[in-house]
């Protein structure tokens, strides 16, 4: 398995709290990014990095930012929590997006619930 | 990205081959198929991909057509740890996200 952890596992938090989720690798992989995924909507990016300081929107980034100052860690902030925002998220990493042999490894995920 | 067609859920003999179909009559000359797959509760795990040639690899065959309009992804033995939901994902060498459909459950019986 790719060695990705994702921090916290779990979280329940209250509407309007600043969130914060943490993915480290240790592969040294240049992209990294962030899912989410909710039951009828498999799973959906939000936001990714190609490299250290270099992010970009995905398809329902509305309400996220992220963060990568160094290649290991890629932060989620949920800067004003909404319960809308209740999922599983994934982070997931990969070398190289423009070789055809990339591929995209998960993370164990973080349950976060927003009350 | 292509669209797949997956069935909704399937059941295979512990032991068996596990035969996953997918379609992705829409596929373009530069896109994929990928397969992964997610045991519950668990981040996606991926299992094998291909162009337009047949690949394996040690947890899975992938057979594609010749006019790659439609795969298949076989499990040669299965067993019970293979129950998970399993996606075909139709992707352009680039692109940035996977586009996870609904997947098809596998259930391995004993």
């Known amino acids: 398995d790719a060695g990705i952890t994702q921090s916290p596992r779990h979280k329940v938090t209250e509407t309007g709290t600043p969130v914060t989720l943490r993915c480290h690798q240790t592969?040294?992989?240049?992209?990294m990014y962030w899912y989410r995924q909710d039951p009828g909507h498999g799973l959906r990016l939000i936001h990714y990095?190609?490299?250290?300081?270099?992010?970009d929107k995905g398809e329902v980034s509305d309400g996220y930012s992220v963060s990568r100052s160094k290649t290991e860690d890629f932060l989620l902030t949920l800067e004003s929590a909404t319960s809308s925002q209740t999922s599983v998220y994934f982070c997931?990493?990969?070398?190289?997006?423009?070789?055809?042999?990339?591929?995209?490894?998960f993370g164990p995920g973080t349950r976060l619930t927003v009350l | 990205d292509a669209k797949t067609t997956q069935p909704p859920s399937m059941d295979c003999a512990e032991g068996r081959a596990a035969n996953l179909p997918c379609n992705h009559s829409?596929?373009?000359?530069?896109?994929?198929v990928y397969w992964y797959r997610q045991i519950h509760s668990q981040g996606p795990q991926y299992i094998i991909h291909?162009?337009?040639n047949n690949e394996t690899n040690e947890m899975a065959s992938l057979i594609i057509t010749e006019d790659r309009k439609s795969s298949t992804l076989i499990l040669p033995h299965a067993t019970l740890r293979d129950t998970a939901v399993y996606y075909c994902?139709?992707?352009?060498?680039?692109?940035?996200?996977?586009?996870f459909g609904q997947g098809t459950r596998l259930t391995i019986n004993p």
């Open positions: 997931a990493i990969s070398e190289d997006s423009k070789i055809s042999t990339d591929t995209q490894y």
């Open positions: 592969e040294n992989h240049r992209y």
């Open positions: 291909g162009l337009k």
């Open positions: 990095s190609y490299g250290v300081k270099d992010t």
């Open positions: 994902i139709v992707r352009a060498q680039g692109a940035q996200k996977l586009v």
């Open positions: 829409t596929i373009s000359g530069n896109e994929y």
